[in-house]
């Protein structure tokens, strides 16, 4: 048990519909992330929220729209996606004081998407 | 951008060998991270370095930051099947979320 919970585990979905993917930290943590893992490519970070404010955004295309509504809760919408955003989407918390280095991030088992 | 190389890329072993894999990059980081990934799971974090040269155990496992700052070692001792899985190494530099992962090492351990 790692403390961070994803919804659902496992995903299908049509180029054309709307579905959300759910992240929740159970550990205390202030700074929660979205990545994206694709097969035979190293992990890639897609957004950060700390204190429940975006502080980054790896030029993510629009079809991806974050929600953080309060520190425990991170949303991933998802709209119109192409079959090559097919990937495991990983959900992760940190405890960030400041801008010290070194906060370890916890990940959740993650979210299995494949678009057809 | 921040690159890290991970050797080797897969490992097959026979159980109760040891095992020893690398992380190195062209640059400095302030921390070390080590994950295990099982097929259909999140990582989960193994061990964190956070000083060049510290060396740190947790259970078979051990690993180090190198002394200059752009390696890091994973080493495990007397290998079991539950061993398998992926290995990720992860260096953090600046604010924490310049998390740079490596490529992975894919270990098969054999009866």
């Known amino acids: 048990e790692t403390g961070v919970t994803q919804t659902p585990r496992h995903l299908v979905m049509g180029m054309t519909n709307k579905k959300s993917l759910k992240c929740e930290q159970h550990l205390g943590h202030n700074a929660m992330y979205w990545y994206k893992q694709s097969a035979k490519k190293p992990l890639e970070l897609m957004f950060v929220?700390?204190?429940?404010?975006?502080?980054e955004n790896n030029s993510v295309p629009s079809r991806f729209s974050p929600e953080c509504p309060n520190s425990s809760h991170l949303f991933l919408h998802l709209h119109t996606l192409q079959p090559e955003d097919s990937a495991l989407y990983l959900c992760?918390?940190?405890?960030?004081?400041?801008?010290?280095?070194?906060?370890?991030?916890?990940f959740g088992p993650g979210t299995r998407l494949l678009v057809l | 951008g921040q690159q890290l190389n991970q050797s080797p890329q897969s490992m097959f072993i026979q159980e109760g060998e040891d095992v020893s894999m690398n992380c190195t990059s062209s640059?400095?980081?302030?921390?070390w991270l080590w994950y295990k990934q099982d097929p259909g799971e999140g990582p989960v974090l193994l061990i964190a370095l956070y000083k060049a040269g510290e060396l740190t155990s947790n259970g078979r496992l051990t690993a180090q930051f190198g002394i200059t700052r752009k390696d890091s070692f994973l080493n495990i001792s007397a290998s079991i099947p539950s061993d398998v899985g992926i290995y990720f190494c992860?260096?953090?530099?600046?604010?924490?979320?310049?998390?740079?992962f490596g490529t992975g090492t894919r270990l098969q351990v054999t009866l």
């Open positions: 640059s400095i980081f302030n921390t």
């Open positions: 992860a260096g953090i530099t600046g604010t924490a979320s310049k998390l740079t």
């Open positions: 929220y700390s204190l429940e404010e975006r502080v």
């Open positions: 992760a918390s940190s405890e960030r004081r400041g801008e010290r280095v070194g906060e370890t991030q916890y």
